[in-house]
T-cell receptor, first 113, second 114 residues
Framework: DQQVKQNSPSLSVQEGRISILNCDYTNSMFDYFLWYKKYPAEGPTFLISISSIKDKNEDGRFTVFLNKSAKHLSLHIVPSQPGDSAVYFCAASTGGGSEKLVFGKGTKLTVNP | DAGVIQSPRHEVTEMGQEVTLRCKPISGHDYLFWYRQTMMRGLELLIYFNNNVPIDDSGMPEDRFSAKMPNASFSTLKIQPSEPRDSAVYFC????????????FGPGTRLLVL
């Protein structure tokens, strides 16, 4: 029973274009959502988060959108750079914090020069 | 700060042997998490501690798995006896109780049980 789903295992985009990574969740109790980036042989690193009281959060080239009615969130990267090539994990939790994160299986993003 | 430190980075052992994974969290963080990553199940939470006290171990797969946190700067995850299906990457992470910051992950321990 996967509570957080990333249905696209991989995504390939051209440098300079927009990358859109999607995530769906089933548990309506989730109120805090995060995106992590992971390079090979490293641990995941925190990228950006959003609380359920918001529908958008922006940090530089990264923007996360939350659609609570659809139980869907997305990460936009504009413009995409080759250094963004990594696996991106969506995660969710209850209680507004980072305890007991439930992760999706990840989407491998490749940004081609 | 050096970040979350895990040791060893790689471990190869034979079925039936005891395996101990170690973690040093970021100083000042009051939450510590152990995650396991496999191809089939992705990243899954095994157990987490708050102020050195285990809060939720519902993700620990079997009694063969145990975790301790004797002090704020050290935690262990032990598998005894180990089995080939335990082969995975084990991550330790730590965090402050905050709605704005995600947990900081260590580099992981890649475990192979033959």
């Amino acid at each position: 029973d996967q509570q957080v789903k990333q249905n696209s295992p991989s995504l390939s985009v051209q440098e300079g274009r927009i990358s859109i990574l999607n995530c769906d969740y089933t548990n309506s109790m989730f109120d805090y959502f995060l995106w992590y980036k992971k390079y090979p042989a490293e641990g995941p690193t925190f990228l950006i988060s959003i609380s359920s009281i918001k529908d958008k959060n922006e940090d530089g080239r990264f923007t996360v959108f939350l659609n609570k009615s659809a139980k869907h969130l997305s990460l936009h990267i504009v413009p995409s750079q080759p250094g963004d090539s990594a696996v991106y994990f969506c995660a969710a939790s209850t209680g507004g914090g980072s305890e007991k994160l439930v992760f999706g299986k990840g989407t491998k993003l490749t940004v081609n020069p | 700060d050096a970040g979350v430190i895990q040791s060893p980075r790689h471990e190869v052992t034979e079925m039936g042997q005891e395996v101990t994974l170690r973690c040093k969290p970021i100083s000042g963080h009051d939450y510590l998490f152990w995650y396991r990553q496999t191809m089939m199940r992705g990243l899954e939470l095994l157990i987490y501690f708050n102020n050195n006290v285990p809060i939720d171990d519902s993700g620990m797969p079997e009694d063969r798995f145990s975790a301790k946190m004797p002090n704020a700067s050290f935690s262990t995850l032990k598998i005894q006896p180990s089995e080939p299906r335990d082969s995975a990457v084990y991550f330790c992470a730590s965090s402050l109780r905050s709605g704005l910051a995600g947990a900081n992950f260590g580099p992981g321990t890649r475990l192979l049980v033959l």
